[in-house]
């Protein structure tokens, strides 16, 4: 298992662009969370999903924003007609619930709005 | 609603000095605690997880003290090493899901 995938590492596009960026969890785990990272600041929730089930979205996510998680699997994240402010680091994170092993995060994606 | 601080913002220390980073949460109420690092521009490592039945962890160079009842954790780390250089991150899981993050502390050691 390589843990924690995200792709693309690095997303460059247009304001008013849509934008997709997909998550691999690790394989058996069946919790799974996306969080945003602007400069300087610490990551901030924006959605989960147990398994398909999206259990909670933050207030940060507007409707511009979607998740999905079909299968319980991989999830994507899309953003629809891009804005400057959403430029940010789009981090993925999972972990096994019931469990205490904490989360293991992925990589990031940095995406920038111009 | 549960808030993480941590202290200082930003530390500079010489090479082989031990040092103490400092993370502080309002609701004791939590799941577990965990410690991050971040490289610029990178994803976060875990350095380690401190579960809510346990007071501390190690690993290495590093060790982490979880006080609930206080709301504080600490990170210490000895004999620092021009590769610590970094964001040391807070994470604290509670009751309802969430993992909140404090703003971290940038960590640069200087050669």
């Known amino acids: 298992d390589t843990g924690v995938s995200q792709n693309p590492r690095h997303k460059i596009t247009k304001r008013g662009q849509n934008v997709t960026f997909r998550c691999d969890p690790i394989?058996?785990?069946?919790?799974l969370y996306w969080y945003r990272q602007t400069l300087g600041q610490g990551p901030e929730f924006l959605t989960y999903?147990?398994?398909?089930?999206?259990?909670?979205k933050s207030r940060l996510l507007s409707d511009r924003f979607s998740a999905e998680r079909p299968k319980g699997s991989f999830s994507t994240l899309e953003i629809q007609r891009t804005e400057q402010g959403d430029s940010a680091m789009y981090l993925c994170?999972?972990?096994?619930?019931?469990?205490?092993?904490?989360?293991?995060f992925g990589s990031g994606t940095r995406l920038t709005v111009v | 609603k549960q808030e993480v601080t941590q202290i200082p913002a930003a530390l500079s220390v010489p090479e082989g000095e031990n040092l103490v980073l400092n993370c502080s949460f309002t609701?004791?109420?939590?799941?577990?605690l965990q410690w991050f690092r971040q490289d610029p521009g990178k994803g976060l490592t875990s350095l380690l997880l401190i579960q809510s039945s346990q007071r501390e962890q190690t690993s290495g160079r590093l060790n982490a003290s979880l006080d609930k009842s206080s709301g504080r954790s600490t990170l210490y780390i000895a004999a620092s090493q021009p590769g610590d250089s970094a964001t040391y991150l807070c994470?604290?899981?509670?009751?309802?899901?969430?993992?909140?993050f404090g703003k971290g502390t940038r960590l640069h050691i200087l050669p």
């Open positions: 609701d004791s109420a939590i799941y577990n």
């Open positions: 999903f147990q398994n398909e089930a999206q259990l909670e």
């Open positions: 994470a604290v899981f509670t009751r309802d899901d969430k993992i909140i």
């Open positions: 394989s058996e785990h069946n919790r």
């Open positions: 994170a999972s972990s096994y619930i019931p469990g205490n092993y904490g989360y293991t």
